[in-house]
């Protein structure tokens, strides 16, 4: 799947409407799913509201962290373990004002949430990938590489290999965005979930071998197995180098993992009407 952290406002939290002068006490809660695999810790939500401002509606505050974690979907002996559920409570609020006539105001609530995608590739390696062998179990120069996800937002496509000399082979794949929201690297959002728009489609990215069989580098993280880097229109291509003369003279299977590690954005909003007390 493509989602993550599925939200909405919780049932009349708030409501359609209020009373004005202070006459009306409501509150405002987010309801939270996770939809995805990863397990969101303790503080890894942070919801902001904008649209209104605080004092008039008398709000402790417009920024709020979760205090629970929220658990991924997951899988036990084939059956489908749902991801968990939490609110995110802002309190208590009334509009203090008194108002000559009835008035609406739109309520935007911004949400950012840590959250990882992991994919695990299966690639063909040996000693010397230009040398042809009989019976071999896998193919050095097979381009399409088998890729699967984690139910996440962010997602790696089009997993392919090529072989670049005696000892070398290049793994490449595309990071694509394939959720509503934006991406931020990881850590970007700290206290509250507002502006960072320059810091937009940035992922840090890691790349390796469960057992490091294999060196690896990629050009797009400066040579290095992990670092950051920008999405163009949702997407982004990574090249890899494999360094294969430490492995065995006949063909293997390998495990090549990808983690995606960061912060994603989404926002939802309501009309809040303000009723006049006559």
């Given amino acids: 799947g493509s989602q993550g952290l599925v939200f909405a406002f919780a049932e009349d939290q708030p409501p359609l409407s209020v009373l004005d002068g202070g006459e009306e006490q409501f509150f405002i809660t987010l309801r939270m ?12 939500v942070i919801a902001s509201l904008s649209g209104i401002v ?76 230009l040398q042809k062998e009989v019976g071999q179990v896998c193919d050095t120069s097979a381009a399409t590489v088998p890729a699967e996800n984690s139910g996440a937002p962010m997602h790696i496509a089009n997993a392919r290999q090529s072989t670049v000399g005696t000892s070398k082979v290049r793994v490449t794949f595309q990071i694509t965005n394939d959720g509503q929201g934006q991406v931020y690297s990881a850590d970007t959002f700290k206290t509250s979930c507002v502006g960072m728009e320059d810091k ?13 069989n294999y060196k690896i580098e990629c050009s797009q993280l400066g ?35 990808i983690e995606l590690n960061y912060q994603y954005r989404e926002a939802i909003a309501t009309a809040l009407a303000v009723t006049n007390v006559r």
């Fill in 33 to 44: 799913t996770n939809e995805g695999e990863y397990t969101i810790p303790t503080g890894g």
């Fill in 54 to 129: 605080k004092d008039s509606f008398k709000i402790v505050s417009m920024d709020k962290k979760s205090d629970v974690e929220i658990v991924g979907k997951s899988k036990e002996a084939g059956t489908a373990i749902p991801g968990g559920e939490e609110l995110l409570e802002f309190g208590s609020a009334s509009f203090q004002a008194k108002l000559p006539g009835s008035t609406s105001f739109t309520l935007r609530t911004d949400v950012c949430y840590n959250y990882q995608t992991l994919a695990v590739a299966k690639i063909c390696l040996k000693k010397n990938v």
């Fill in 200 to 212: 937009a489609a940035f992922v840090d990215v890691k790349v390796s071998n469960p057992d490091n």
């Fill in 223 to 257: 040579n290095r197995d992990s670092g950051t880097v920008k999405l163009i229109t949702n997407k982004k291509d990574v090249s890899c180098t494999v360094d294969t003369s430490g492995l065995p003279e006949t063909t293997v299977q390998d495990i090549f993992i």
